[in-house]
């Protein structure tokens, strides 16, 4: 999914808006003009001319138009001459964020591979899963944020024991899973330095399988565009996971970022 247009590798932009409501800025390498909206209002506001070359939803942009991500009934589709696209975003904080995505960039152009570790059946771990009602909200710091922490939700306590140790890793719900964001041993030595994600979901018998060989890259080790949580602390293992995938590789074998 990388490699496509608006895979995590053409990701070339995330630009905020907080600025007051209407007051028009520039946006790094795209044309137009973009302005935040009223805190009531949903997306942004854009103004551009003919000449601009800009069109949302397949309709060139003459004058200023409203732009929408996936918080609205229909997100808008924006596209460029230069073969440019953008998407809009709403974050946690309400505002919005135009991200912009080219599918000639640097990164996809370098790309050469997604280095892993072999499959290894003894990653196949099992623990345990219980539900807490109402969810509890945990803190959780991103790589951009400066230390703030964002609220996610935890829905249940998972555990599980590794060499007699028990450890009690925080899971965010996802849509209908769960996500580790942990880092280990091999972080920043073997493995991309952040961190990596796992996905997991309960079963039914109270159970939950944590399968590290699909332990995978987090979308900043694609494109240093992406803020991504960082692991909290129970998160964070002291021991080797020596399975998933490791680091994004350039052509020439060495690290993309």
């Given at each position: 999914m990388s490699l496509l247009p608006q895979g995590s590798l053409a990701l070339v932009n995330t630009q905020w808006f907080y600025g007051t409501p209407g007051e028009r800025e520039t946006v790094w390498g795209i044309a137009g003009l973009w302005a935040a909206r009223a805190k009531t209002e949903k997306g942004i506001e854009l103004t551009a001319s003919a000449s601009d070359g800009i069109s949302v939803d397949g309709e060139s942009v003459v004058g200023s138009v409203v732009v929408t991500g996936r918080d609205s009934e229909s997100?808008?589709?924006?596209?460029?001459?230069?073969?440019?696209?953008?998407?809009?975003?709403?974050?946690?904080?309400?505002?919005?964020?135009?991200?912009?995505?080219?599918?000639?960039?640097?990164?996809?152009?370098?790309?050469?591979?997604?280095?892993?570790?072999d499959y290894n059946p003894d990653w196949v771990i099992t623990g345990s899963f219980t539900p807490v009602e109402g969810g509890r909200s945990l803190g959780v710091s991103h790589l951009k944020d400066e230390g703030a922490a964002r609220d996610k939700i935890i829905p249940g306590d998972i555990k599980f024991s590794f060499e007699g140790v028990e450890y009690n890793p925080a899971g965010f719900k996802e849509g209908r899973a769960l996500m580790i964001v942990f880092s280990d041993a091999t972080s920043d030595v073997s493995t991309y330095s952040v961190g990596r994600f796992l996905m997991v979901a309960p079963n039914p018998d109270g159970t939950i399988t944590l399968d590290f060989n699909r332990a995978f890259l987090p979308p900043c080790a694609f494109s240093y565009n992406f803020n991504c949580p960082m692991p909290p602390a129970q998160n964070r293992f002291p021991f080797a996971v020596t399975a998933g995938e490791k680091n994004v590789l350039a052509k020439d074998g060495q690290l993309l970022h």
């Open positions: 997100a808008s589709s924006i596209t460029f001459a230069d073969g440019k696209t953008a998407t809009v975003i709403h974050g946690e904080d309400d505002a919005y964020a135009l991200r912009v995505w080219d599918a000639n960039s640097d990164d996809l152009q370098k790309f050469g591979t997604i280095d892993a570790f």
